[in-house]
T-cell receptor
Framework: NAGVMQNPRHLVRRRGQEARLRCSPMKGHSHVYWYRQLPEEGLKFMVYLQKENIIDESGMPKERFSAEFPKEGPSILRIQQVVRGDSAAYFC????????????FGPGTRLTVT | QQPVQSPQAVILREGEDAVINCSSSKALYSVHWYRQKHGEAPIFLMILLKGGEQKGHDKISASFNEKKQQSSLYLTASQLSYSGTYFCGTESGDYKLSFGAGTTVTVRA
């Protein structure tokens, strides 16, 4: 009964490189949310996806950030040309369908930009 | 707009009780409570829905006042394992959660 899986758990990138973060939802879940957490702060919503569809990306920076959830495979959060300010923990959560259901979180990817 | 949590931090001895409050300036459809330990994923505690009743889980329970746009989390007879940062996530009809800044709970023996 695997939970939400994220990889890598830790990622170090130099400024200007690309970061790809992966999230596999819980079995039976078709909705994925991405959140960003800065040290000692709460979680900030970034994007809400279902398979092959972006439902809400209002929390995503307009430039350099993109997300997808293909029909097959994990959801991917992509950050191009990373800057120091992108350093944070990125969590994904999944829920079974659209609606007011609990969201289960993965262990997170800690991105460090040097 | 993110909800406001209070207090920011609380220190308890084992067996003591605590209340964490969460209030929003927007109408709420649901409130979600999570606990996060340092360096780990947030763990789901409970969800309260508009029109729903107070919920409980072991010695942790919560209430939701829709009219006041507030929720409270009650820690009863706290245990060492209750230590962590508690977050409320509020939802206002669009299924995405806005999280408060968190309340750090420290339970001492």
């Amino acid at each position: 009964n695997a939970g939400v899986m994220q990889n890598p758990r830790h990622l170090v990138r130099r400024r200007g490189q690309e970061a790809r973060l992966r999230c596999s939802p819980m079995k039976g879940h078709s909705h994925v949310y991405w959140y960003r957490q800065l040290p000692e702060e709460g979680l900030k919503f970034m994007v809400y996806l279902q398979k092959e569809n972006i439902i809400d990306e209002s929390g995503m920076p307009k430039e350099r950030f993109s997300a997808e959830f293909p029909k097959e495979g994990p959801s991917i959060l992509r950050i191009q040309q990373v800057v120091r300010g992108d350093s944070a923990a990125y969590f994904c959560a999944s829920s079974p369908e659209m609606g007011r259901y609990e969201q289960y979180f993965g262990p997170g990817t800690r991105l460090t930009v040097t | 707009q993110q909800p406001v949590q209070s207090p920011q931090a609380v220190i308890l001895r084992e067996g003591e009780d605590a209340v964490i409050n969460c209030s929003s300036s927007k109408a709420l459809y649901s409130v979600h409570w999570y606990r996060q330990k340092h360096g780990e994923a947030p763990i789901f505690l409970m969800i309260l829905l508009k029109g729903g009743e107070q919920k409980g889980h072991d010695k942790i329970s919560a209430s939701f006042n829709e009219k006041k746009q507030q929720s409270s989390l009650y820690l009863t007879a706290s245990q060492l394992s209750y230590s962590g940062t508690y977050f409320c996530g509020t939802e206002s009809g669009d299924y995405k959660l806005s999280f408060g800044a968190g309340t750090t709970v420290t339970v001492r023996a």
